[in-house]
């Protein structure tokens, strides 16, 4: 049923308080966009629920009417996720920030959707523990769940779904599931963690997260080692994983990309393809490790490696590295970003990013290669203009050019940023048969498709852009 903006204000006034729901033109627009390159669409009303019964009543209500709704966190997602082209309705989760639990024997914390990486992370400290998954952006933690989001620990600590042990759920009609427990292991049931993980709010919106946590690393040791070429540099990563470093996290950053580096972060860095290394544990341990690691990059021809050991220079890399989007931004005024997230088994990764620097050249855009090479996780970034036609397509092509590369190379159209509706052409091609079991669950357990239709899985694939 449809209903107009002033009926779906009213019926939502009889559930939730005056202050929970907005159509105020500023906050509309907020919602209408993410940082990617799609165009924004403006929802028709913007909702902000205090705790699970207000989202369960919500849920309810927009299932009873079959208007369509999409959580929100922070917008920081890259495939648009968020932009409710469909959707009346955007449920903002940010009020829900509560950090509920830590539980420092059990090294579990239980929190709030809408609390962010760095809330929890400071309020951590004190306990002695970190959360690791470190994505860049300061997301909210429902946000990285619902795209199983990684980054630049991933290589140590694992992603996303590997942090979490139990979820709140809010189903398309209102009922609320838990989908794990607090015991570090189980085999009854179905692994219902890793199958909400990743759904992007196609499957129900979580109002509660369990996570796993880690102990502070006693002694903590970053570098930056320089090579003559792309393939050494990446060359050398497979050959530390190979010799059992406990790598934290390696990071490449090739030339272009240094280029901005040094202009927005203002360093001076040899414009070179770069590493970016760190190493977790203790100090007598982190020795021996870093003079095998020299030991390893020697022989792939690396020029020149430096550490990092105070805690302020380390910091400043790891800015340098995180800003680098910003950097592009900030260097291409007029222009917007595209960003590029494919994923090839390691033994492809060499081949992978010379392939895309090759027809990246091609195209004449601007842009730069980086990633989380210890995964073989890269990202292209391209800046383009979005009013030119010509560019736009080259970009596209482009992207398709990589992606299609990791999917026939036994590797995936995205690793971190998901699917959205930047990467929704491509599930049928990377999984075949498996995607009408994918379109099943959709339909199970949203009937109405009322949860961030035609994101992720897509009931209409006759309209889906190919």
């Given at each position: ?312 220079k380390r910091h400043l890399l790891w800015k340098a590295r995180h800003n680098l989007a910003y950097a592009y931004t900030h260097g291409y005024p007029g222009k917007d970003m595209m960003v590029t997230d494919v994923v090839v088994p390691i033994s492809k990764l060499a081949e992978a990013v010379t392939f895309a620097r090759t027809e990246l050249d091609k195209t004449m855009i601007d842009g730069g290669i980086l990633g989380h090479v210890g995964d073989g996780n890269f990202h292209v970034l391209l800046m383009i203009d979005q009013n030119n ?78």
């Amino acid at each position: 049923m449809s209903l107009t903006q002033e009926n779906l204000v009213n019926h939502l006034h009889n559930i939730l308080s005056k202050d929970q729901v907005s159509i105020n033109e500023t906050v509309l627009e907020l919602h209408s966009k993410d940082e990617s390159y799609h165009k924004p669409h403006l929802p028709e009303v913007v909702v902000y629920p205090y705790t699970t019964k207000d989202t369960s009543e919500i849920l309810k209500f927009a299932n009873d009417y079959q208007i369509k709704v999409v959580p929100f966190g922070l917008g920081t997602s890259l495939e648009g996720h968020t932009i409710p082209y469909q959707q009346q309705m955007t449920i903002d989760f940010s009020l829900m920030n509560k950090i509920i639990d830590v539980s420092p024997e059990d090294f579990l914390v239980t929190v709030q959707p809408g609390v962010t990486r760095s809330e929890l992370n400071k309020a951590l400290k004190k306990h002695g523990l970190f959360f690791p998954v470190d994505p860049g952006a300061d997301a909210t933690l429902g946000g990285m769940v619902a795209t199983n989001a990684s980054g630049t620990t991933s290589v140590k600590y694992g992603v996303m779904r590997d942090q979490v042990r139990d979820l709140e759920v809010v189903l398309a009609d209102g009922r609320i599931i838990r989908t794990g427990n607090r015991a570090a292991k189980s085999s009854s049931g179905l692994h219902l963690n890793g199958l909400f993980t990743g759904s992007e709010g196609t499957l129900g919106a979580f109002t509660e997260l369990t996570l796993k946590v880690h102990g502070i690393p006693e002694h903590i040791v970053a570098g930056r080692a320089t090579f003559q070429t792309i393939k050494d540099a990446i060359e050398s990563v497979v050959s530390i994983l190979q010799a059992g470093i406990p790598i934290a996290r390696v990071e490449l950053v090739d030339e272009a990309s240094i280029k901005q580096v040094n202009t927005h972060s203002d360093q001076n860095y040899p414009i070179k393809p770069t590493l970016f290394l760190e190493f977790h544990g203790n100090e007598a341990g982190l020795k021996s490790d870093v003079e095998f690691m020299k030991l390893i990059v020697e022989d792939h021809q690396c020029e020149n490696i430096e550490f990092e050991k105070d805690n302020t220079k380390r910091h400043l890399l790891w800015k340098a590295r995180h800003n680098l989007a910003y950097a592009y931004t900030h260097g291409y005024p007029g222009k917007d970003m595209m960003v590029t997230d494919v994923v090839v088994p390691i033994s492809k990764l060499a081949e992978a990013v010379t392939f895309a620097r090759t027809e990246l050249d091609k195209t004449m855009i601007d842009g730069g290669i980086l990633g989380h090479v210890g995964d073989g996780n890269f990202h292209v970034l391209l800046m383009i203009d979005q009013n030119n036609l010509d560019e736009v397509k080259q970009a596209h092509s482009f992207n398709e050019k990589i992606v299609m590369f990791a999917i026939n190379n036994g590797g995936t159209c995205t690793g971190e940023h998901g699917v959205g509706i930047g990467k929704q052409k491509y599930q049928r091609i990377e999984h075949g048969e498996a995607y009408d079991v994918m379109i099943a669950i959709k339909q199970a357990l949203d009937p109405n498709n009322i949860l961030n239709a035609d994101k992720k899985i897509t009931l209409n694939e006759s309209e889906v852009n190919l």
